[in-house]
């Protein structure tokens, strides 16, 4: 396997625009282990392997636990997520696959008993900006191995 193009180099610009995007969700007060599990799930669903390797190890560095990554695949059956977490990584598989059913009203409103207005518009950023860099990272040929979490934060 190669890498199909460096995009990086193309268009510096397009790293640029969504590192912007990054440092939004980054600031946003949301808790940086949650980020990681939205992360690492949507990079599941859209099965972005570079994203895989870059999350679970960003995760653990964030102190995650290895059976909370490992489970994340079958979240709703493992009791260990909070109920804000279950509701975070709900909408991030609605969001993820927004095609399959939009965002229902019914999981609408169960975020929001979780997370306010703000904090619901922080959590869709960090969902579609991670389903921007899946989008990406496949379709570019991005490979997984050598990121290493001190060299990106």
């Known amino acids: 396997m190669e890498v ?7 268009r510096p610009e397009s790293l640029q625009a969504l590192l912007k995007l990054e440092g939004y969700v980054k600031k946003s007060g949301l808790d940086p282990k949650l980020v990681e599990l ?3 799930r949507a990079s599941q669903i859209n099965g972005c392997a570079y994203c895989l390797d870059m999350h679970t190890k960003d995760a653990r560095a964030a102190g995650e636990t290895e059976q909370r990554i490992y489970l994340l695949t079958a ?4 009791p260990f997520y909070t109920e804000s ?6 909408l991030t598989e609605a969001v993820t ?8 009203e019914e999981l609408f409103e169960k975020v929001r ?13 960090a969902i579609n900006a991670i389903n ?7 379709s570019t040929g991005m490979l997984p191995g050598d990121y290493q979490p001190s060299a990106h934060k």
């Open 4 to 10: 199909r193009l460096d995009y990086t180099k193309v």
């Open 38 to 40: 939205i992360k690492i």
């Open 75 to 78: 979240w709703r059956e493992a």
């Open 97 to 104: 696959r927004i095609s399959d059913a939009g965002v229902p």
């Open 113 to 125: 008993r979780h997370f306010d207005e703000e904090q619901y518009v922080d959590l869709i950023m």
């Open 85 to 90: 977490e279950r509701a975070a990584l709900a």
């Open 132 to 138: 921007c860099w899946n989008r990406i990272a496949i």
